[in-house]
């Protein structure tokens, strides 16, 4: 561990400094890829080592999935973004100069994940987490445009208050951790921490638990606080918001975990479950509500990815073995899928040249190709049969009805209106008159396809030993 | 029986002591303003003769004016007096000590300034109308924050007796403190309000737009007048005293000391009072009065320095104990 | 002892005073002045701790919060808003008075929810995050009630200094997290000087409400 955990980490990084200082697009474009595909080596490889934990880094069941995850779906993206920032260089919507820093950032927002991923002290996931926001904040506001400002500037208010309220939470943990781990690092470090649990202060951890849902809460992306969302999936570059959909949403959901794992440890504490069920059901039916009126693509797919939080969060607070387990699945599940629609969005408004609904008709006479993508796309994203976030999303129905079986009907009703307003855009997408203009896909598709294929085949037949990962996390999860 | 009969002395002392005083403090910052506008300036026992001299005039009254407008000013001069004796000023533990309460302080002036506004609206002119109800807007906002301050002065000593809170301030060892000093902003501003002082009001002025305090007083005049003036500079030495007892009360008599102790008392009393004068008639230079519309976000400013006090007394108390 | 709680209690409530005078004040250099006093208390405050606690790498923060927040930025912003032509007065949202309640509404809820909550840790602790967290909640109403991007800005930042106030109260805190913070700060304010201008760029001004017009949530 002590060797993989440092590469994880320092080739996103080091890499980032390396192509602030590589002009020309298609150099730093092909480094960018080669730096991602060596660092998703360097997470496989920690597979391969021992679980365990140091005073600033920690491998373990809960999170090497997500670095694996993180790291492919970074890799995949980059693919994506090389081809697609090409195209956008020449339509002239960037300039070069910003490319380069385009790409030392993108390397950057990665590096800095994987260190919120990978860490064991919370004030350094604190950190990692800021450190991401910031870089996409600013990579959100990269087209200039006023709509983007304005974006970005959103994002920008809501994630640092957030992300301070975050920092006020963990203060309070340490506070908490201080009197029975002495003061230091060690009242930091999450895994003495988690092991200690119950000796720690119950009124402390309560407020502290708040600050932190409040404050992550923003970044994962909970009704209310997401208002920052829709503007910054629609108005940054696709690659940002496949990013941002399937890697940022997911690791600040992660920090929220690893905190809710102390708090449940405690016997007086609050109970997290009651309110992440409430504040996920909120996100869920909203966000569902809201897609009726969308007319930006982006913006659809935006909250979409708020409902899924939003499933993702009820599930988590419903608790138990079944329940985490499909939460956990969800969670990869929805990062593929939605990062390959993503993929697919970046195509259609390459394609078509705009981003509004009513400008995309008759996809399938003029791309064909692209309409089957994105029609499978939507079709895995909204929970069809064989693809996995059927199984998931039908796991967390039925543990959820067997529990509490009045319960089950919001996330139900929830799921059931966003399936009816997806597949109704797709049709309007997909068929009709094909409107001007039409250019052809120059960007790359391979990206898209793995990941729905990799999301088709763990719908279908899930390799016993991702079984048993997601199972000894449920079970950390408790 | 020895022992009440000096703390009766001394209580009569300080009754007619403040009385005496009074118009001299007046003198002082009229003579400080003066002599920043480089001005002779008139004498310092000036407002001595005017007293002596609307004394010895008539007073006239409008043919409408009923009972109230007539004993009003005695009344008003009564309850000024009584206010301005009880506060400690060279000596604490005087014969009616147990009466000088802050909060029975403000009920006092309070009492005084309803008698002063109805007085004012009792002729039916507009000055004095004018004169009532800003002086009752004025009022509205100082009087919660001069309550503030008190309570801030009770958790800290944990007294609202004045003669109580100056003793713990003298003995226990308080150092600097932010409540304590928000508290004497919100007072000092409480006090220039209060007192009709710039940049509240111009206590020299006679325009209508400016006026506050002169409008309610324009229709007295001889004795009545007197007694009114009489009140106002009581008024003056009350808030000064006040400002003193509870943040300065170094040199002050403790209790159940001798007349050696009281005589340093009242020196560093004079002295206290003849600077607070100077640095009043210094203040009044250098700024200029408020628009009336103003004068809320002033006073409302001292509220919230008095909350901000009481705020911070009550945190410091809850966590030191 | 008494000594040292005496002087954090100084230092930490005349930062709340200041948090108190920011919210109040409407114009923009005034805003800057105060800002740049409460960074400098801020990192008075620091040193005071890094005195008591025996702990020389707070030192640094008590330094990076003078230099950085204390001058640099203060100046580095009078200087923008000069450039820029910003308006030079602030529009709030609510009126001042109500503000100034809510402000005094949010500090007494504070106080109240941190004394309960630490009834067993020591007063130094007690007392700094009380006054760390009202100030972080006042720092929010600031940037909530204002219309101004920098005044939001500075806002902001003096939600910061509130942070950084509770770090340094929460004893043996290590120095990666303060180190962090610090540097977060750094990139916070390049991110923001760079919207600025490019906020600047589109607009005739930094007013947010001009910002509002390209709503996006109809689309």
Sequence with gaps: MMTSVPLVIGIPFVSAAVLVLVPGYRASAAGNVLAMFA?????????????????????????????????????????????????????????????????????????????????????????????????????????????????????????????????????????????????????????????????????????AFIFLLIGYGTKVG????????????????????????????????????????????????????????????????????????????????????????????????????????????????????????????????????????????????????????????????????????????FLILTTTFARAPWLAIFPAFGLLVAFGALLWRLQDLLFGEPTEPAHKVSASSVPLIIHLGLVLIAGIYLPPTLVGWFERAAEMLK | MEETLTLLFGQTIQMFLVLLVAPAITGITRRTKASFMRRQGAPIIQPY???????????????????????????????????????????????????????ALVALLGAARALLALAGMDVGTSFGGIGSSREMMIATLAEPAMLLVVLTMALTAGTTRLPEVAEFLISAPVTVRVSLALALVALVIVALAENARIPVDNPATHLELTMVHEAMVLEYSGRHLAMIEMAAQLKLVLYISLIACLFLPFGMAPANTGPAAWLLGAAAYLAKLGIGAMMLGAWEVSIAKMRVFRVGEFLGGAFVFAFLAILLAFLTREVLN | MNHAYDVSHLLAGLMLVASFALLYQDRIFAVLNIFAAQAILLSMAVGWEAWTQQRPHLFITAALALCLKGIIIPVALHKMIVRLGVHR???????????????????????????????????????????????????????ITRRNAVTQIVGFMSLENGLILAATGARGMPLVVEVSVAFSVLIALFVFAVFVFRIRERFDSVDIEALEHVRGDTK
């Design chain 3, 89 to 143: 007065d602030v529009e709030q949202v609510v009126g001042v008075g109500k503000t100034l309640l809510l402000g005094l509404a949010l500090t007494s809820l504070s106080l109240m929810l941190v004394l309960k909550i630490t009834v067993a840790a020591d007063s130094f602790t007690r007392e700094g995050l009380a006054l760390a967290l009202a100030i972080i909640l006042l720092g929010m109403l600031m940037m």
């Design chain 2, 49 to 103: 003769r005017d007293l002596i001299k609307l004394v010895r005039k008539e007073s006239v009254i409008a043919e409408n004016a009923s009972w109230l407008f007539r004993s009003a000013p005695y009344a008003i001069l009564a309850f000024t007096w009584v206010a301005a004796a009880l506060v400690p000023t060279f000596a604490s533990g005087l014969m009616f000590n147990w009466a000088a309460d802050a909060v």
């Design chain 1, 39 to 207: 660092t998703f080596l360097a997470g496989v490889s920690l597979l391969f080592v021992d679980a365990g934990a140091s005073s600033y880094f920690i491998v373990d069941d809960m999170n090497i999935l997500f670095i694996i995850l993180n790291t492919l779906v970074g890799f995949t993206a980059s693919v994506f973004s090389a081809s697609y920032i090409g195209h956008e260089i020449e339509t002239g919507k960037l300039t070069p100069l910003f490319v380069r820093f385009y790409h030392a950032m993108f390397l950057g927002m990665m590096g800095s994940m994987n260190v919120a991923l990978t860490a064991n002290n919370i004030g350094l996931m604190w950190v990692g987490l800021e450190m991401a926001t910031l870089i996409t904040v600013v990579m959100v506001g990269i087209y200039r445009t006023p709509s983007a400002i304005e974006a970005a500037w959103k994002y920008f208010i809501l994630g640092s208050v957030g992300i301070s309220l975050a920092f006020f939470g963990t203060i309070l943990i340490y506070l908490a951790g201080q009197k029975a781990l002495g003061e230091g690092a060690p009242a930091m470090t999450w895994s003495l921490l988690q092991a200690a649990a119950p000796q720690l202060d119950a009124s402390l951890l309560n407020l």
């Design chain 1, 222 to 393: 909970l009704a209310p606080l997401h208002a920052w969302l829709p503007d910054a999936h629609a108005e940054g570059p696709t690659p940002i918001s496949a990013v941002l959909s399937g890697l940022l949403l997911n690791v600040a959901l992660y920090a929220l975990l690893r905190f809710k794992m102390i708090v449940s440890a405690h016997p007086d504490a609050i109970d997290p479950g009651p309110i992440m069920i409430v504040m996920g059901l909120i996100s869920l039916i909203f966000a569902a509500f809201m897609l009726y009126q969308r007319r930006d693509i982006k913006r659809l797919f935006a909250y979409s990815s708020i409902e899924h939080m939003g499933l993702i969060t009820f599930a988590f607070g419903m608790g138990g073995p079944l329940a985490n387990f499909a939460g956990l699945l969800h969670m990869a599940m929805h990062s593929l899928t939605k990062s390959a629609i993503f993929f697919a969005v970046g195509h259609v408004a390459q394609a078509k040249g705009t981003q509004r609904i009513a400008g995309i008709r008759g996809l399938s006479v003029t791309h064909p190709g692209l309409a089957i993508g994105l029609a499978v796309g939507v079709f895995a994203i909204s929970g069809l049969p064989p693809f996995g976030v059927f199984m998931s999303e």
